[in-house]
Every structure is written in structure tokens, then in C-alpha cells.
T-cell receptor, first 115, second 117 residues
Framework: AQTVTQSQPEMSVQEAETVTLSCTYDTSESDYYLFWYKQPPSRQMILVIR??????QNATENRFSVNFQKAAKSFSLKISDSQLGDAAMYFC????????????FGQGTRLTINP | GAVVSQHPSWVICKSGTSVKIECRSL??????MFWYRQFPKQSLMLMATSNEGSKATYEQGVEKDKFLINHASLTLSTLTVTSAHPEDSSFYIC?????????????FGPGTRLTVL
């Protein structure tokens, strides 16, 4: 069974600074997908970034990038030049390739941006 | 692209009544949709997987007779909470799966807040 763990319930960062959110996972599969979603106060789940496990290159989306360490089963999210709009709950998630592709979510990390 | 709508955004009902929540993929077809429940300050809990044209697959502990799911078309799935009780009050979120960019990704609706009096 897949599991996803986010060990940081809360994080805070100064506006314009960089912050890294941690995520570890466990799976017996060799191919899978990894995701970061954010949930702002509106509670709308928004896709931030995604990564295919068989791709070595770390995914990047503008100010958001990941550090994917497959051997260590780690998938951290780096937010550069933090903005007030980045304040949200961030969820790390994984799904298998093929089949139902259900998402398994971590517990979430609440990110606060200090002006 | 990959927009998912959900209706209603909030609903208040009396105990014992039924409530239907709609989930639509607006700009893509989704053979698979998912229904989640989220309690305050917690992560999302998967309730069921909805497959177009077939019966939904429910997670362990979810009452299929209480949470009726219908996926009648490639763009619409509905969740009906039957004989709702106060303990069913929660935030319900749907998602639809799309293979955009070569990675099957779930895109989420804005959620429905259900309050049962």
C-alpha cells in the first residue's frame, strides 16, 4: 500500500524568501506519479506541480520546483520568491500508473507568508 | 483547461432528507471521477471512485446505500446523500481525472459544504 507523510504541520516564511516543504512516501511500485496541491482558504484544491517517477529531471513550474529523490522516496516542494497568495494548505500526493489511480494524500502543511 | 465545477457550493437541509451534489468536467471528458470528504483541518478522505457507465467503487467503511453515486455521462457524476443526518455534515469535494500532459491528473471541483440540521 502507498503512504505519504508530511512531517511539517506548519511552516512560515517571509515574503520574497524561499521555503521548502517536505514529503516522503512509500510504495513498492517502480512507476508512479507524485503531486503537490495547494488548498487556499477558499478550499479549492489547485494543482501546483506534478512529477513522473521514471523521469529523473525535477519538475519546475515558474516559482515552484521539486527535489525528487527516488531512492530516498522524498519529494519536497521549493517555493521561491514567496508571495502572500502562496499562503495555503499544501498537500503532497501520489498515485500509481494505471488502474484506478487513486490519490493518496499526506496530512498537509499549512504555509503562512509573513509580510 | 481541465476545469471542474461542482453544484451546489453549499446546502443546508433537514435531517432525514436527501441531497444531490453534481460534479461536472467542463472542458474535457472524464471516464473516472472521485468523491472525497474533508473534515476541518484534515486531509481529503476518498469516499468512492465513480466510473462512467458502471457502478462506483466505494472505499472501506463508506456506506454505498447512503452515498449514492451515479456517473451517467463522461462529464457528469452525482453524489446523493440519502436520509442525511447531522453527522453527514461535511465538505464534499469531487475530482475528475484527465490525462493532460501525459500524466493522469485529478482536477478538483470547488467543493460543497453540506450542513444537516
Amino acid at each position: 500500500a502507498q503512504t505519504v507523510t508530511q512531517s511539517q504541520p506548519e511552516m512560515s516564511v517571509q515574503e520574497a524568501e524561499t521555503v521548502t516543504l517536505s514529503c516522503t512516501y512509500d510504495t513498492s511500485e517502480s512507476d508512479y506519479y507524485l503531486f503537490w496541491y495547494k488548498q487556499p482558504p477558499s478550499r479549492q484544491m489547485i494543482l501546483v506541480i506534478r512529477q513522473e517517477a521514471y523521469k529523473q529531471q525535477n519538475a519546475t513550474e515558474n516559482r515552484f520546483s521539486v527535489n525528487f529523490q527516488k531512492a530516498a522516496k522524498s519529494f519536497s516542494l521549493k517555493i521561491s520568491d514567496s508571495q502572500l497568495g502562496d499562503a495555503a494548505m499544501y498537500f503532497c500526493a501520489s498515485s500509481l500508473v494505471g488502474g484506478a489511480q487513486k490519490l493518496v494524500f499526506g496530512q498537509g502543511t499549512r504555509l503562512t507568508i509573513n509580510p | 483547461g481541465a476545469v471542474v465545477s461542482q453544484h451546489p457550493s453549499w446546502v443546508i437541509c433537514k435531517s432525514g432528507t436527501s441531497v444531490k451534489i453534481e460534479c461536472r468536467s467542463l472542458d474535457f471528458q472524464a471516464t473516472t471521477m472521485f468523491w472525497y470528504r474533508q473534515f476541518p483541518k484534515q486531509s481529503l478522505m476518498l469516499m468512492a471512485t465513480s466510473n462512467e457507465g458502471s457502478k462506483a467503487t466505494y472505499e472501506q467503511g463508506v456506506e454505498k446505500d447512503k452515498f449514492l453515486i451515479n456517473h451517467a455521462s463522461l462529464t457528469l457524476s452525482t453524489l446523493t446523500v440519502t436520509s442525511a443526518h447531522p453527522e453527514d455534515s461535511s465538505f464534499y469535494i469531487c475530482s475528475a481525472r484527465s490525462p493532460t500532459g501525459g500524466i493522469d491528473t485529478q482536477y478538483f471541483g470547488p467543493g460543497t459544504r453540506l450542513t444537516v440540521l
